[in-house]
């Protein structure tokens, strides 16, 4: 197998703003610290796609947001719009999760780094 012919799948949108190195440069401008660029639209997509997938298999499911791997406000509006629990290993994240209308029913506290949020205090 030759490894360089292997092409990573980029969403269209995401190709669109890399070869646009003004906007690039622009947005990068916009602070003197890292920026995240997020694409909310594309995680509602794929959502849909796992959701049309277990749907078509006729296979039960529960989908999960690792709060752990994207603070964004906008990622935790999307997976509560769209019925997706979330998991939580801290105080601040299970705040924050709170904060974006996640009830304690779809809020999973696996692996909690502190007493502050054990098990039980998800249920409070």
Known sequence: MNYQSIKPLIHEDIKKLLVDSDKITYISDLSQWPVHVIFP???????????DFFLKNDTEYQMFFAHK???SSEFLKVA???WIWIDVASK????????QGFLWKRISCSWPKSKEIGRASCRE
């Open 69 to 71: 791997t994207n603070k």
């Open 80 to 82: 509560e719009s769209e």
């Open 92 to 99: 601040s994240e299970l705040v924050h999760a709170l904060s």
């Open 41 to 51: 639209d594309i995680f509602r997509e794929n959502i849909k796609k796992f959701k």
